[in-house]
Each structure stands twice: as structure tokens, then as C-alpha cells.
């Protein structure tokens, strides 16, 4: 009898082993570390919005979501690291983290304008029921985990899942938190590939994008959104 329980919970411990080797290793990179800078107010600068659209308080980032707008960082960047934390404060909120935003659109933007760039889409999971009831449509060209796309005259070649456009990329899980959660992106833009990390997991991205210099834009797009622990690590 000692023999068969000590075989039992040998193969109980080999399985648990396995299944614990087989778990998705995440990368839940929280930006700290040399080379790491925090972003935060003197960092960007109001493009399109009302005085009172977006207010920092120790480093975080409070956008009532109206009007529909960015704010740009003064720097431009090109190959580099970002972390950021996001936490939507209605239901069905909307919102967007621009890389590598076309400059000439930024420069002739007005209250309810929105630039061209690759966007990080910053969504609730909200969103998707509440487009269904609103237009009676299945919200098959969107998701509320992540999708990454060009917007306007910038372009990008999806990683796979796509959209049925072929424009958007769509993530490979759906691993977002809902309104009143905090979020974890964690981006990588290198040579003008884009990756995305949702929560610790690489979901989805593209390469191929054009431009792949320029100025990273925070949206305020409709409801109020908080971002914060905004940190950016410059890459060669």
C-alpha cells in the first residue's frame, strides 16, 4: 500500500511539473531598471483639447475624454520600450496610445480631431455590448483586448489574427480587465515593428509601419480614462 500512494503522488507531482512548464511564460516588464524614464506632465503637450481635458497628479494622468483629442509627447522617438498602466472609468469607455504619430497631423487638429499613427487601441470591454445594442451589428471588426492599426495615411502589416478588413491586428487572447481595473501594456517598437503585451502576455502587433518616427500621443476619445507608472526606455 506505501508503494502504490508513493507512485500516486509521484505522478501527481510529475503532472503538475508538466502542466506548469506547458503555462504561457509572461513578460510583465514594469519599467524599472536602467535605461527606464517616467513620463509624465512636462513630457507632452496639449494638441487639440480643452485646458482642463487632461490633469497630472504625481505622475498620473487623469483625461475626462472630452473633447475627442491628444495630447503628443514633446519628444519625438524611434525605437523604444513602453510601459503603462490604464484603467477606464465608465463603462464602454474609449481611448488610444498613438505611436509614431505623422506630425502633419497633428498640426492642423481641432477640438474632435484625432491624428495619423499607429494606435494601441485603449478599450472597455464595455464597448463591444454596448455597439451591439446601439447599431443591432456584431462588433466583428474590433475587439476590447488590445488591437493594433494604422490610422490614416500611416501603414502597417497586421500579425495574425486580422480583422476582416485586413487592417487591424487583432490579439491572440483576450486578456483585458473591465472599467474601475487597472490594465498592463507593455509596448515594443523596434524598426517599425510594433509589439503589444497585455496584462504580462504578447497578444498581438505589426511590422512593416510607416512612419516609424515621431511623437507618442495619449487620446481622450468620449469618456474619462486614467493612465499612469507612464515609463519609456529609448532603444538603439
Known amino acids: 500500500m506505501k508503494c502504490i500512494a508513493w507512485f500516486a ?4 507531482l510529475v503532472a503538475s511539473t ?11 516588464i514594469d519599467g524599472s531598471g536602467e535605461g527606464w524614464v517616467a513620463l509624465g506632465e512636462a513630457d507632452f503637450k496639449n494638441v487639440n483639447c480643452f485646458e482642463d481635458t487632461w490633469k497630472w497628479k504625481e505622475g498620473v494622468a487623469y483625461c475626462t475624454g472630452k ?3 491628444v495630447i503628443r509627447s514633446v519628444k519625438d522617438y524611434t525605437n523604444f520600450e513602453l510601459v503603462a498602466e490604464w484603467q477606464h472609468e465608465k463603462f464602454a469607455g474609449n481611448s488610444g496610445i498613438f505611436l509614431w504619430t505623422i506630425e502633419d497631423s497633428l498640426a492642423t487638429l481641432k477640438p474632435g480631431g484625432l491624428p495619423q499613427g499607429i494606435e494601441v487601441q485603449v478599450l472597455d470591454l464595455g464597448y463591444a455590448e454596448q455597439y451591439e445594442k446601439s447599431t443591432g ?8 483586448h488590445g488591437d493594433v492599426f494604422p ?3 500611416a501603414k502597417m502589416k497586421p500579425f495574425p489574427p486580422v480583422a476582416p478588413n485586413g487592417s487591424r491586428a487583432f490579439p491572440k487572447k483576450e486578456l483585458s480587465k473591465g472599467a474601475g481595473e487597472w490594465n498592463h501594456y507593455y509596448i515594443r517598437a523596434i524598426n517599425g515593428e510594433v509589439r503589444l503585451w497585455v496584462n504580462g ?6 511590422t512593416g509601419c510607416s512612419p516609424a518616427k515621431g511623437p ?9 480614462v486614467i493612465f499612469k507608472n507612464l515609463k519609456i526606455r529609448e532603444l538603439p
Open 9 to 12: 503522488a509521484t505522478l501527481v
Open 18 to 28: 508538466a502542466l506548469a512548464e506547458d503555462e504561457p511564460k509572461k513578460a510583465f
Open 67 to 69: 473633447p475627442v483629442g
Open 137 to 144: 451589428k456584431k462588433p466583428d471588426w474590433f475587439t476590447c
Open 151 to 153: 490610422v490614416g495615411a
Open 201 to 206: 502576455e504578447e497578444v498581438t502587433g505589426g
Open 216 to 224: 507618442i500621443c495619449l487620446e481622450s476619445e468620449g469618456s474619462p
